[in-house]
């Protein structure tokens, strides 16, 4: 018997002073708009940080909306479950976001990140061209223009870890740092 849950340690875990966003559950339009408004007023004072950490948020979460193999049927539809979570540390703010992915499509996600940590920024430019104009693959699993745009936007290489789950299942993680004092850069 495994031991029990304890929501007292989970609690204690997300109010460390570093977490700033931690969600887990059905990420839908509602959901999506809502936790934009926490980006938007978290990061007020700094427009620069708010529209980096709105873009990367924006291209990850809906790798989650459209991508993730958990899903929860609610009102007459069916939504995707995934983690969301922001936080900081003295240097970077950190956005890592989290679902489950079939085990078939974890490694061409992992050789697409390698090769888009591999490449220099006017590199990036011109693989998210040429991703552009290439046919779209029947149902895609593999990082496309959005991690491009993540790893244009950020700066700085894309983390991606995976934990088998089960036969069928991995959960994939992606972890963007941007710095704190970056200037507002989010050209292509």
């Known amino acids: 018997m495994s031991e029990a849950f304890s929501l007292f340690e989970y609690y204690q875990l997300t109010k460390q002073p570093n977490v700033m966003i931690c969600y887990r559950g059905p990420v839908s339009d509602v959901i999506l708009r809502e936790i934009s408004k926490d980006i938007r007023t978290k990061f007020s004072h700094d427009i620069h940080a708010s529209r980096k950490i709105f873009a990367i948020y924006m291209e990850l979460a809906q790798n ?7 899903k929860i049927n609610l009102s007459h539809r069916q939504d995707s479950i995934g983690t969301i979570l922001l936080t900081q540390s003295p240097e970077h703010y950190i956005f890592s976001c989290g679902n489950l992915i079939e085990n078939q499509y974890v490694q061409d996600m992992l050789e697409d990140c390698r090769l888009i940590n591999s490449l220099d920024r006017e590199a990036l430019r011109q693989h998210k061209r040429e991703q552009r104009k290439a046919p779209r693959k029947a149902r895609s699993k593999g990082a496309g223009i959005g991690l491009i745009q993540v790893a244009l936007t950020s700066r700085l290489p894309l983390q991606m870890e995976h934990r088998q789950i089960d036969d069928n299942h991995s959960l994939l993680s992606i972890t963007v740092r941007v710095h704190k004092d970056a200037e507002d ?3 292509e």
């Open 64 to 70: 989650i909306l459209y991508y993730s193999s958990e």
């Open 185 to 187: 850069d989010l050209s």
